[in-house]
């Protein structure tokens, strides 16, 4: 089963940049369209990003044209760049297949992004 590690999350004021990062491992990365999801507290979860194994992006409206997604299949990586933050945008942020499909993979820890106003 895929392993999922997410990284760089922190606290920014409000209109600075983040720039995380997911690790996978325990399976061919490449194949995979690969998303980023976050939770804010009371909230569900949901799909912020995705990327194509082609490079392909789609961005939810609340962040496009602030947020980029990207891959290095050759580091079985996928980064999210987020710019002009938003207060709003504070959640614990995820990756994993998009779209996910309930039972395939487990989740990660997540990484933590607060945005301060």
């Known amino acids: 089963q895929v392993q999922l590690v997410e990284s760089g999350g922190g606290l920014v004021q409000t209109g600075g940049s983040l720039r995380l990062s997911c690790a996978a491992s325990g399976r061919t990365f490449s194949i995979y369209t690969m998303g980023w999801y976050r939770q804010a507290p009371g909230q569900q979860r949901e799909l912020v990003a995705s990327?194509?194994?082609?490079?392909?992006?789609n961005y939810a409206d609340s962040v496009k044209g602030r947020f980029t997604i990207s891959r290095d299949n050759t580091k079985n990586t996928v980064y999210l760049q987020m710019s002009s933050l938003r207060p709003e945008d504070t959640a614990v942020y995820y990756c994993?297949?998009?779209?996910?499909?309930?039972?395939?993979?487990?989740w990660g820890q997540g990484t933590q992004v607060t945005v301060s106003s």
């Open positions: 994993n297949d998009a779209p996910y499909i309930l039972g395939s993979n487990s």
């Open positions: 990327i194509t194994r082609g490079g392909i992006a």
